[in-house]
């Protein structure tokens, strides 16, 4: 059975900082990895997708690495704003159904 | 291009009684998950919807059933609702045709079911 882990499980940084979330994972038999954020009471907004024969994927101020030999992935967020304040979750994808860890809550203090 | 729509936002049910939630995914999408999501358990796979099929079940009580139909609408049902059961009720489609890009997940803003 999969499992998934995210650290930290909170994080408060001062804006304009670097940051990265860990993921890791217990069953590297994956499809994809994709990684989420979700602002309080809302659904998931998909950020990312990793296939699993890439190492890295990127979006603006975002990358994602994933190691599926090691069952890690990380997200890196440069320059970090406000608006990114949400809580942050990794999902392995086996077959078509997500797993997913407890996230990360992410404040960014103007 | 319209995004997963869930229907209704908000519910209030008391216990015993049974509820309907509805997704409606992504155009050209077909295949749809559900997922439960609350404070202690975070998110939990429900199951998941192709072409008209259940192709995956997670492990939750048999209260919890769903269907979809012809036009890749799906609807979850829960009959005998219990004060455990109030949660945020997610839907995910993606494409499901198996290629390595049609298994991203875009999801709807929840339902939010409260039992009382």
């Known amino acids: 059975k999969q499992e998934v882990t995210q650290i930290p499980a909170a994080l408060s940084v001062p804006e304009g900082e670097n940051l990265v979330l860990n993921c890791s994972f217990t069953?590297?038999?994956?499809?994809?990895l994709q990684w989420f954020r979700q602002d309080p009471g809302k659904g998931l907004t998909s950020l990312l997708l990793i296939q699993s024969s890439q190492r890295e994927q990127t979006s603006g101020r975002l990358n994602a690495s994933l190691d599926k030999s090691s069952g890690r992935s990380t997200l890196y967020i440069a320059a970090s704003q406000p608006g990114d304040s949400a809580t942050y979750l990794c999902a392995p994808l086996p077959s078509y159904q997500l797993t997913f860890g407890k996230g990360t809550k992410l404040s960014v203090i103007p | 291009k319209a995004g997963v729509t869930q229907t209704p936002r908000y519910l209030i049910k008391t216990r015993g009684q049974q509820v309907t939630l509805s997704c409606s995914p992504i155009?050209?999408?077909?295949?749809v998950s559900w997922y439960q999501q609350t404070p202690g358990q975070g998110l939990q796979f429900l199951f998941e919807?192709?072409?008209?099929?259940?192709?995956n079940k997670g492990n939750f009580p048999g209260r919890f059933s769903g269907r979809q139909f012809s036009n890749s609408r799906s609807e979850m049902n829960v009959s005998t609702l219990e004060l455990g059961d109030s949660a945020l009720y997610l839907c995910?489609?993606?494409?499901?045709?198996?290629?390595?890009?049609?298994?991203?997940?875009?999801f709807g803003q929840g339902t939010r079911l409260t039992v009382v």
């Open positions: 155009s050209g999408h077909r295949s």
């Open positions: 069953d590297s038999a994956i499809y994809n």
């Open positions: 919807y192709f072409s008209e099929t259940q192709r």
């Open positions: 995910a489609s993606s494409q499901g045709t198996g290629g390595s890009l049609d298994t991203e997940a875009f």
